[in-house]
C-alpha cells in the first residue's frame, strides 16, 4: 500500500483536443472534475469510470488513488 510519503503530488496533463501538455500539482484531498485547456479552452471532464480528470488526462493517477491502491476503496470518490 502506498504512504502519503510515496504519493507523487505532479501530473502532466495532456488535452485530448490539442494535445497541449501542462504539469499541474494535484489536491491531496479532493478530486478535480474539470480542468480547462490553457490553449484550446476545451473543458475536460473524468472519462467513464475514472474519478478526476487527473486519473482520465494525467501522466499520474490523483493522490487518494495512489494512496488507496491496494485497499478495498475502489475510488477516491466513493464516500
Known amino acids: 500500500m502506498t ?4 504519493v507523487i503530488l505532479k501530473s502532466e496533463i ?3 483536443e490539442c494535445g497541449y ?5 494535484m489536491p491531496t484531498d479532493s478530486c478535480l ?3 480547462e485547456c490553457e490553449q484550446c479552452h476545451t473543458l475536460l ?8 480528470v487527473f486519473c482520465s488526462y494525467g501522466s499520474i493517477l490523483c493522490p487518494p488513488i495512489q494512496i488507496s ?3 478495498n476503496e475502489s475510488s477516491c470518490c466513493s464516500n
Open 21 to 25: 501538455r501542462k504539469i499541474e500539482t
Open 33 to 35: 472534475w474539470f480542468y
Open 3 to 6: 504512504t502519503n510519503q510515496d
Open 14 to 16: 495532456k488535452c485530448p
Open 69 to 71: 491502491k491496494g485497499s
Open 45 to 52: 471532464k473524468p472519462l467513464q469510470g475514472d474519478c478526476c
